[in-house]
């Protein structure tokens, strides 16, 4: 019995902190665009009511695209790429770090909704809080000037800072909390990606050589595509944008 209020206590912190991380990066980016408002001296609501609803289509995309997964050769079947970021990015170069978060958070909890955890939340956290680390510094770049030039910044940024972050967090958090919850002793994690890869033989190698190249890889990927596609469906988002913006100012004038 104590066995289990102690597990039970231990998923109930681990929430919590999920929770947590969740709002500082969403002040992170209402930071950031408070701050762009600012300078630009514009008076646009950061989360209007045409954003709220692009964001949910966003996130409607990116919940699909979470439940296709494809694994990677040079690492544990529980490490797999997915394009859920893809969403997710364009949605933060059209409507801001704020739009980007939004969608983060909500493909989780709908993708929890089509298909529960199967690693006690550790890789809903993960999969947050490495694709924010992505697509917040790319969103942010990219807010300040939004040329070209600067969306291929911030896409290289954001997958350097997502390679560096998710490999660092997989080593010092990750990696031990899905061990903790699990039961399952560090060796035995370890020794799944020896069974792939013989040159990993602990924790540093194995986020070198399994976590980093997946992050990597995703980053790139996401980034070609977000820069491939995003010039032409600027045009629609904001056609779309502008009219729910003048719908909503017809409906507050009317009220």
Not at 65 to 72: A, R, S
Not at 100 to 124: P, Q, W
Not at 162 to 175: D, E, K, P, S
């Amino acid at each position: 019995m104590s066995e289990l209020l102690q597990s039970i206590q231990e998923n109930v912190i681990f929430l919590l902190q999920f929770l947590a991380v969740v709002i500082g990066l969403f002040l992170v980016a209402y930071a950031a665009e408070k701050y762009a408002a600012k300078r630009a001296k514009t008076t646009e609501r950061i989360l209007s009511t045409r954003k709220i609803a692009m964001i949910g289509m966003f996130s409607a995309i990116a919940a699909i695209l979470m439940l296709f997964e494809i694994p990677m050769p040079f690492a544990p079947g529980f490490y797999k790429l997915d394009f859920s970021e893809l969403p997710a990015l364009i949605a933060a170069f059209a409507f801001g770090p704020v739009a980007g978060v939004m969608v983060e958070f909500c493909k989780i909890v709908l993708k929890l909704l089509f298909k529960s955890t199967s690693t006690a939340f550790v890789g809903e956290l993960a999969n947050f809080a490495v694709g924010c680390s992505f697509l917040l510094p790319a969103s942010i770049i990219y807010l300040f000037n939004k040329t070209k030039k600067t969306a291929v910044i911030g896409c290289i940024t954001g997958t350097l800072c997502m390679t560096v972050f998710g490999t660092a967090f997989n080593a010092i958090y990750l990696l031990p909390k899905f061990a903790q919850l699990y039961g399952m002793p560090m060796e035995a994690l370890i020794g799944m990606g020896t069974a792939i890869n013989g040159a990993i033989t602990g924790i540093t190698s194995f986020v070198c050589f399994a976590v980093a190249p997946l992050n990597l890889i995703k980053g790139a990927s996401v980034s070609i595509i977000t820069l491939l596609v995003y010039k032409q469906l600027s045009p629609i988002l904001k056609e779309a944008a502008t009219k729910a913006h003048v719908r909503e100012s017809a409906y507050h004038k009317a009220s």
